[in-house]
């Protein structure tokens, strides 16, 4: 007998339905609760910012500055792109402290989430999953200026966006 021929003449098992079949678990995870906090709403010192989005540029493994853009690809109808546009991180952490949370990203304390927040998330923290990450926002960028007719660098302050999200 050839080898075509054993895959034709073997006889199909029957299949038994499998716990992952149940309609209960092929429904998709539903968002409960999710927020986006700025984290200069946590805390009020730069350096602590600039120090996160340092080690977080240190450690991203693609570094696409400026999402890949050359000076070549500015034109008077671009929109201004950040250096750090790209870079993100899941290392944010929330730790119950009493009546609030203490957050830290890429393990360097930022401080307490205001208490309005902390009540929300406190319904959700024992019994769903958390999902949190963190944005760089600001820095440097590029953007095409009309009046010289060429594509500039500046810098604002860099800030990050932290996203907390419980399913």
Known sequence: MKLFDRFKTKSKKAVSPSKTDTPQEKKCLKIKFETKIPADHITSSQEV???????????????NFYTGKTDADFTPLSKRVYKYDAITTV???????????????????????PSSISRKISEY?????LTAYAY????????????????????EPCGIDIYIQFT
Request: proline share 3%.
């Open 91 to 113: 290392n944010v952490n929330l730790v119950p402290q009493g009546e609030t949370y203490a957050v830290s990203v890429e393990g360097i304390s930022i401080g307490t989430l």
């Open 49 to 63: 910012i600039q120090m996160i989005v340092d080690k977080m540029v240190k450690e991203d493994p693609f570094k």
């Open 125 to 129: 923290y024992d019994d769903s999953m």
């Open 136 to 155: 760089v926002t600001g820095g440097y960028y590029k953007e095409y200026d009309r009046v010289k007719e060429a594509v500039i660098e500046q810098e």
